[in-house]
């Protein structure tokens, strides 16, 4: 489903990514770990075509996404709902509004997204909260309409980059539980995270990624002592940064 074929991207002298070569499979849920600057972020933003790689190709859906115009663009977007640490929540708007928005950017019929809108919250738990405004909401709350918001228009793929940072463990499990269930309908999920706990106790793929470079890609994997942030600092001082 998203393959990635020696693709290499740096910049200037600082390392993105190098000569990595990948597949992730349609109804995957792959936790992408490795420390800061590690390429991670790179990782994901070619994948949105948001950077161009400086070589090598990116397959989703069989399309080749380094070959798509601007006016591809945003067709590739749509099949990609994404979830941040932060939420990025519509302050001025209500839950449903922040949700029904992210219909309303593609130009989804009103009738549809009536309809459409309140099923994306109640599959997350949030109906009850439909009529409020984030700043009303717990962080865990926030986190599920922004998931309602990423899932809303039915992507084939979830990017989740770091979901559980900002929140309590138990609301974190909460998240988690939450991510699994849409995975099991079908949707491909990509985590980016430092979690090593959520990472270990949920045994799913684990990609790590290092220095620009895929170090490790293990089924029911766990995070290891050479991830850890700390470790890796450490490992780095003095070296070139890497993004």
Same mark, same amino acid.
């Given at each position: ?5 020696? %693709? ?10 190098? @000569? ?5 499979? +349609? =109804?995957?849920?792959?936790?992408? %770990? &490795?420390?800061?600057?590690? =390429?991670? #972020? ?13 070589? &090598?190709?990116? $397959?989703? @859906? ?6 798509? #115009? ?31 928005? !992210? ?5 989804? #019929?009103?009738?549809?997204?009536? /309809? ?5 919250? #109640? ?5 009850? +909260?439909? &009529?409020?405004?984030?700043?009303? $909401? ?11 918001? !990423? ?6 793929? $979830? ?14 499990? *909460? ?16 985590? %980016?995270?430092?979690? /090593? ?14 220095? &620009? ?8 994997? !766990?995070?290891?002592?050479?991830? @850890? *942030?700390?470790?890796?600092?450490? !490992?780095? @001082? ?6």
């Amino acid at each position: 489903m998203i393959e990635y074929k020696n %693709v290499t991207k740096t910049y200037g002298t600082n390392i993105g990514l190098e @000569d990595v070569s990948i597949s992730i499979e +349609k =109804g995957d849920f792959v936790f992408l %770990v &490795g420390p800061s600057g590690a =390429g991670k #972020s790179t990782f994901v933003k070619l994948m949105l075509k948001e950077i161009e790689a400086d070589s &090598g190709s990116i $397959l989703f @859906d069989g399309a080749e996404i380094t070959k798509l #115009s601007n006016r591809e663009i945003p067709k590739l977007r749509r099949s990609i709902g994404i979830v941040f640490q932060d939420f990025r929540l519509l302050p001025k708007k209500t839950v449903y509004e922040n949700v029904a928005f !992210a219909m309303e950017i593609i130009h989804i #019929s009103p009738r549809f997204i009536r /309809k459409q809108a309140p099923q994306a919250l #109640s599959l997350v738990g949030i109906s009850s +909260k439909a &009529g409020k405004y984030p700043h009303e $909401l717990s962080a865990g709350e926030q986190q599920r309409v922004a998931i309602a918001r !990423a899932i809303v228009n039915n992507p084939t793929v $979830l990017i989740a980059d770091e979901p559980t940072g900002n929140l309590d463990p138990d609301t974190a499990w *909460e998240i988690m539980e939450l991510l699994e269930h849409i995975n099991t309908r079908g949707t491909t999920v990509v985590m %980016v995270t430092h979690a /090593k706990e959520i990472v270990n106790k949920m045994s799913k793929r684990v990609i790590a990624i290092k220095n &620009g470079r895929i170090t490790r890609d293990e089924q029911k994997g !766990a995070y290891r002592p050479e991830e @850890d *942030e700390a470790e890796a600092i450490e !490992a780095a @001082d003095g070296g070139l940064p890497v993004l």
